[in-house]
């Protein structure tokens, strides 16, 4: 299998410091392997992406020194694709409409402990009854909006004990140390959210699409990610595509302590750039080698 890995940024504003380091790892991976380096914009949410924040994204790459495959696959020109892929799914008997409010699952969640992982809110584990037919058909009627969950209950009856063998191969490090041959537990993440009303699509399903798509050998990104990566191990076995090797990185984290995000202008690519910092000296930043 040739080595291909990916950098996926979504454009919702300015690179930082950790991006840097992600794209950065992939990049020199790709590098190393003779392999390829792959460019995915990740801008499903119309709401939260914008057209200049990819160029930004564009410029900061190319400054850093990355160079990537052409065309560019961008998620929001592909909707169809992850209908099919969902429609695929509902077919099997696998999902199920949530009409739930945001602030219901939040108020049903807070009895069950959660973490504040990213891409991981608290995990909803499915009504106590479900909606029969008539009771859904009137929701509908009154126009109220739905997603659509995976039921990791039906998952496990459709998969029966291939459920419980699910596993990946980490040859990164997950938040606690996870290194090897790795048991994935999709049903700790709940029922997730695989397409909303405004969004007919969702990160989980895009990027397990995605990744299969274009051929994607090595998975290489934060380890913020890594109970995600439990749920798409999942997706690929019931889509019947294959999975790649993950590689979860550490998160780097600036001078307070705590880790880069996008609220924080002065860590952006573009304002150290600005500043005076050259390639070089980002990458000695981030304790990267050239
Ligand atoms: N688009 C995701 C993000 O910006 C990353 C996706 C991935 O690497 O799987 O957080």
Redesign the pocket.
């Given at each position: 299998m040739s080595f291909t890995t990916r950098f996926?940024?979504?454009p919702t504003g300015g690179l930082h410091l950790g991006h840097a380091y992600s794209a950065l790892l992939a990049f020199d991976a790709a590098r190393e392997a003779g392999g390829r380096f792959l460019l995915r914009i990740?801008d499903i949410d119309q709401t939260r992406c914008r057209p200049e924040f990819e160029r930004g994204v564009l410029e900061d790459l190319a400054w850093l020194g990355l160079s990537w495959e052409e065309p560019v696959r961008r998620q929001s020109e592909h909707f169809a694709d992850y209908a099919a892929a969902l429609d695929r799914l509902r077919q099997m008997g696998l999902l199920y409409r949530c009409f739930l409010t945001r602030r219901e699952i939040a108020e049903a969640s807070a009895r069950a402990p959660h973490n504040e992982e990213?891409?991981s809110p608290p995990p909803y584990h499915g009504p106590q009854t479900p909606l029969n037919p008539e009771e859904e058909n009137e929701l509908l009627a009154e126009g109220r909006t739905f997603s659509w969950r995976l039921s990791m209950r039906r998952c496990r009856e459709h998969l029966g004990g291939d459920f419980e063998r699910l596993t990946f191969m980490e040859e990164g490090h997950g938040p606690a140390g996870q290194h090897g041959e790795t048991s994935a537990h999709p049903e700790q993440g709940g029922d997730v959210i695989l397409a909303r009303k405004d969004t007919p699509t969702s990160?989980h399903l895009s990027?397990v699409h995605d990744d299969a798509l274009q051929g994607v050998s090595h998975?290489i990104?934060g380890a913020d990610?890594f109970a995600?990566t439990h749920v798409h191990v999942l997706i690929q076995r019931l889509l019947d595509l294959p999975t790649p090797v993950y590689r979860h990185h550490r998160l780097l984290t600036g001078p307070d302590g705590k880790r880069y995000a996008k609220r924080d202008r002065s860590l952006t690519l573009a304002a150290l750039r600005d500043a005076g910092e050259t390639p070089s000296s980002i990458r000695a930043r981030i304790g990267l080698l050239e």
């Open positions: 996926a940024p979504s990740e990213h891409h990160y990027v998975v990104r990610l995600s």
